[in-house]
């Protein structure tokens, strides 16, 4: 079965550095397992980090228990839809990369408002931070 994105193509891959994914497989890739619907393919900011880290959901400390490096701005990472979209009404959402995004991201929040924040990755991310 093909995995489809937003856009109602094939899923693109996410990141692997670091390696993303519910499955760790650089893929917003998801299933019935994935409570937190890890669907939204975004590239992280310093200010969604830290809004995130303000919420109870800190993603810039290492936890290899769960292979996860710890994040820093500009890396592309499968990020809950729920969170993202609290970091969207508050006015700090994350880049979203489309193509990469899974389309049960649609079940949360509307493709209007995935398009707002659409982004190709810069060629540098260092301007995220």
């Given at each position: 079965?093909?995995?489809?994105?937003?856009?109602?193509?094939?899923?693109?891959?996410?990141?692997?550095e670091p390696i993303t994914g519910w499955f760790r497989d650089g893929s917003c890739r998801t299933d019935a397992t994935d409570r937190g619907s890890h669907t939204i393919?975004?590239?992280?900011?310093?200010?969604?980090?830290?809004?995130q880290r303000g919420i109870g959901n800190d993603l810039t400390t290492s936890m290899p228990q769960f292979q996860f490096p710890g994040l820093e701005p500009g890396d592309r990472w499968c990020v809950t839809a729920a969170n993202w979209l609290r970091a969207h009404r508050e006015g700090l959402a994350a880049p979203?990369?489309?193509?990469?995004?899974?389309?049960?991201?649609?079940?949360?929040?509307?493709?209007?408002?995935?398009?707002?924040?659409?982004?190709?990755?810069?060629?540098d991310p260092g301007s995220l931070t």
């Open positions: 079965m093909v995995e489809r994105n937003v856009l109602g193509n094939e899923l693109e891959p996410c990141g692997t393919c975004a590239v992280v900011t310093a200010e969604f980090l830290d809004h979203v990369v489309l193509a990469s995004t899974h389309q049960r991201a649609l079940e949360i929040i509307p493709l209007s408002v995935l398009r707002e924040h659409a982004v190709d990755v810069p060629q």
